[in-house]
């Protein structure tokens, strides 16, 4: 059945001019029209706006991270050192204490405070660093000093202050450490010393200390002790290194880990042959080393003493009760290429024992040395009453202080009981 006019004249009105269907029934359509369809029909129209703005985000996104990334390695490359570091955290200080003390409060922030940037200076910054900080507190000081907070005094405090912190950087420069390490290293020194005159442990019914005393009230000296024990034999060397004090430590610091090796390790009667032979390879104008060598056999108390330029030991007969020096002599060691000693042999019975020394208990400036020795074994005659472990430490303290304490003092005592 055909529809009737009524019936399509509803439709169309029912419908909008740009209706497509309109133009699908007319089988036209204009293309402005076309395209908005198109347009409105395409899934992209929806978020074409979130495509245009999301590359413009990313792309400010990681010029933020590089931005960021060139700031920290810029910042890694000028902090790379702890120098430069502490450099910078001084440089803080003294800027803060500078201001500080011109707008907080001069009973807080005193311009003197400058100081201790400066001492800081000295000990962990190398020189370059440190005249660079000068700068800083120099600035900072004329600022105060316009500003009415620092005077003259204050002011040549801290130029003293910093020519001394200057003096300390350069010094700690040449031994290539900042802070406190050099200071260490000296620590260490003494210790190795010390633990290498801590004789070893022997068998039963024998005993043994060594006393060390450098000179002035110093950590470590000239002199040292070596020694080796297997169980049977006793290797004991007392080495007296010319100089004392801080002058002949670093020396004896050397030789002590030379001769503690060629100790136990060569013939006993080429001990200081092994050891002229090594001074000989140095440079002459180090100076020249004592020393005397003690070889004793722990099972029959035979001992053979050789001494190269080194005092005599003293060896105490407990049958008379006195003290005697051995016979041992030879030429100081590093001075001719053949060395030649006369050893000294004996034995100790129970209740004898043998002490070996250095000549800063026996020598006095401007006194015959055999006075010193017999002042020596006079006193060791009156302590030794009390036992030999503690008329030792005794003996050093009274003879080396009636030499006046100025050279080092060494001493070693073993004994039979």
Same mark, same amino acid.
């Given at each position: 059945m055909?529809?009737?006019?009524?019936?399509?004249?509803?439709?169309?009105?029912?419908?909008?001019?740009?209706?497509?269907?309109?133009?699908? =029934?007319? !089988?036209?359509?204009? @293309? +402005? /029209?076309? $395209?908005?369809?198109?347009?409105?029909?395409?899934?992209?129209?929806?978020?074409?706006?979130?495509i245009m703005i999301s590359p413009l985000l990313t792309q400010a996104g990681r010029a933020l991270r590089s931005a960021m990334a060139y700031v920290r390695g810029q910042a890694r490359r000028q902090f790379i050192t702890r120098n430069r570091r502490v450099a910078f955290g001084l440089a803080i200080a003294t800027v803060v204490i500078g201001i500080a003390?011109?707008?907080?409060?001069?009973?807080?922030?005193?311009?003197?405070?400058?100081?201790?940037?400066?001492? =800081?200076? !000295?000990?962990?910054? @190398? +020189? /370059?660093? $440190?005249?660079?900080?000068?700068?800083?507190?120099?600035?900072?000081?004329?600022?105060?000093?316009?500003?009415?907070?620092?005077?003259?005094?204050?002011?040549?405090?801290?130029?003293?202050?910093?020519?001394?912190?200057?003096?300390?950087?350069?010094?700690?420069?040449?031994?290539?450490?900042?802070?406190?390490?050099?200071?260490?290293?000296?620590?260490?020194?003494?210790?190795?010393?010390?633990?290498?005159?801590?004789?070893?442990?022997?068998?039963?019914?024998?005993?043994?200390?060594s006393v060390l005393r450098p000179a002035g009230g110093a950590s470590f000296g000239g002199d040292f002790v070596v020694s080796s024990c297997d169980g049977k034999t006793l290797e004991v060397a007392l080495v007296d290194v010319s100089g004392k004090g801080l002058d002949a430590g670093t020396r004896a610091l050397l030789l002590s880990g030379a001769f503690g090796g060629l100790l136990g390790s060569v013939p006993q009667g080429e001990f200081l042959t092994a050891c002229n032979a090594y001074l000989r390879r140095g440079a002459a104008a180090e100076g020249f080393v004592t020393a005397v060598h003690l070889a004793l056999d722990l099972a029959t108390g035979e001992f053979v003493v050789s001494s190269a330029g080194h005092p005599p030991p003293a060896h105490f007969d407990a049958g008379s009760g006195r003290w005697r020096l051995t016979e041992a002599r030879g030429i100081v060691l590093g001075v001719v290429s053949d060395l030649r000693c006369v050893p000294a042999h004996g034995a100790l019975r129970p209740g004898d024992a043998l002490m070996l020394y250095t000549d800063g208990l026996v020598e006095v400036p401007g006194q015959d040395i055999d006075l010193g020795t017999d002042r020596l074994l006079g006193e060791a005659d009156r302590l030794m009453a009390s036992g030999f472990k503690s008329g030792a430490w005794e003996l050093v303290r009274v003879v080396g202080g009636s030499t006046g304490g100025s050279d080092d003092c060494a001493l070693v005592l073993i004994w039979r009981s």
């Open positions: 055909a529809p009737s006019n009524a019936s399509l004249s509803t439709t169309a009105a029912n419908q909008s001019p740009d209706d497509p269907a309109n133009f699908a =029934a007319a !089988g036209t359509v204009p @293309w +402005p /029209r076309r $395209l908005s369809w198109e347009c409105a029909r395409s899934p992209v129209s929806g978020y074409s706006a979130a003390a011109v707008h907080v409060s001069v009973s807080w922030f005193s311009p003197g405070l400058v100081i201790l940037p400066v001492l =800081a200076g !000295g000990l962990l910054l @190398w +020189p /370059r660093a $440190l005249r660079i900080l000068f700068s800083l507190v120099t600035l900072m000081l004329v600022y105060d000093a316009l500003m009415g907070r620092a005077g003259p005094g204050i002011i040549a405090t801290i130029v003293v202050t910093a020519l001394f912190a200057d003096v300390l950087a350069r010094t700690r420069q040449k031994l290539g450490m900042r802070g406190l390490r050099g200071d260490q290293m000296l620590i260490e020194l003494r210790d190795r010393i010390q633990a290498q005159g801590t004789l070893p442990v022997l068998p039963a019914n024998w005993g043994s200390t």
